[in-house]
């Protein structure tokens, strides 16, 4: 990528789009849980354990900060050229303290890992054999970041913070082309998250299917009301309007790929905890204490998410042929 220097007047700023994201959240909100779910989908289908996923994505991003802390740039193809890739050395003291998983809960699913070959211990180095596992190359996360920053950048149009809105396709040329460097930020943002929500909800199940009673409820709030409105206000639609549809055990386990069983478990703590309602239907809708849960939780998330956007941004305004 040939690169013009980016005038200092003309870079996007933070606290810009944070505030076209709240502002647009009506619009922007139901995308964004969308995709993370989907996300969530992903990981729990690679391993049918989250924890295990989240400490291998977190020993992918200490090789993508040595990229960094290099100067070290790789494409996407540079990346994913070898079938492995090479580690730092790690302990389990240090993935339990990262991640707040319990010592003999990381040392087993770590464990669980080198037998199944996906972490290998090869001449003195650590690699990760990426050929054993599933959704190793994050092709459909870069395509959903990559639609969901293209409606950012329209509604930033709107809001007069970018000239002209940037079209997925090259958003997507921009993440393939920065790979090490924007998944590293894309990680940044992704793994506390799993960790903030984990506090809240005790395991990552049981956030990843009270998360997709979010998602559900995020669409079909967009489409009851099409008027923009803002993160407080939408979120507030949520549970007060009537029409609001939920979902039963049976469909959040298809979405999610976590077996009924499990999903009926774990609905049950979160109805005893008034984190869902059920109707005589049986489907699940969230309650009002849901604001007070996750509203500052999800701040944190935003905020992580304008500064990633951010970044992306002004990479495509160094790039000399937009």
């Keep these: 990528m040939t690169i013009n220097n980016l005038e ?13 994201l709240d502002k647009k959240y009506s619009t922007l909100g139901p995308m964004w849980v969308s995709q993370q779910m989907e996300w969530q989908n992903t990981i729990y289908e690679s391993f049918k354990d989250h924890d295990k996923y989240l400490i291998l994505i977190f020993l992918i991003k200490k090789a993508l900060d040595f990229y960094s802390r290099n100067f070290i740039k790789l494409s996407y193809e540079e990346f994913y050229s070898k079938k492995t890739i090479e580690i730092e050395k790690f302990n389990i003291v240090e993935v339990s303290k990262a ?5 003999e809960s990381a040392r087993r699913k770590i464990l669980e890992l080198e037998n199944e070959h996906v972490i290998n ?9 990426r050929s054993k596992f599933s959704y190793s190359k994050p092709e459909k996360s870069i395509k959903r970041m990559s639609r969901f920053l293209a409606m950012l950048s ?3 149009e709107k809001e007069n913070v970018l000239l002209k809105n940037i079209p997925s396709e090259k958003i997507e040329i921009i993440i393939k082309e920065n790979f090490s460097y924007i998944w590293k930020i894309y990680y940044e943002m992704q793994i506390p998250m799993m960790i903030n929500y984990k506090k809240i909800f005790k395991d990552l199940e049981t956030f990843h299917i009270f998360g997709t009673c979010t998602v559900n409820q995020h669409l079909h709030a ?4 099409l008027d923009y409105m803002n993160r407080e206000s939408f979120i507030k639609s949520l549970y007060t309007n009537p029409k609001m549809q939920g979902l039963n055990a049976m469909s959040i386990s298809d979405i999610t790929g976590i077996p009924r069983a499990t ?5 049950k ?5 008034k984190n ?13 204490s849901f604001t007070k849960i996750l509203l500052p939780l999800q701040e944190i998330v935003i905020v992580k998410l304008a500064s990633f956007s951010t970044q992306v941004f002004n990479l495509h305004l160094l790039n000399k042929n937009n």
């Design 222 to 225: 967009r489409k009851i009301s």
């Design 263 to 267: 999903v009926i478990r774990k609905l």
């Design 121 to 129: 211990k090869i001449n003195n180095k650590i690699v990760i054999d």
């Design 276 to 288: 869902l309602t059920i109707d005589d239907k049986k489907h699940y809708r969230l309650t009002g």
């Design 154 to 156: 329209e509604m930033c």
């Design 99 to 103: 991640l707040k998983i319990p010592k």
């Design 269 to 273: 703590k979160l109805v005893a905890r």
């Design 8 to 20: 200092i007047s003309k870079q996007i700023y933070k606290e810009e789009i944070l505030n076209v």
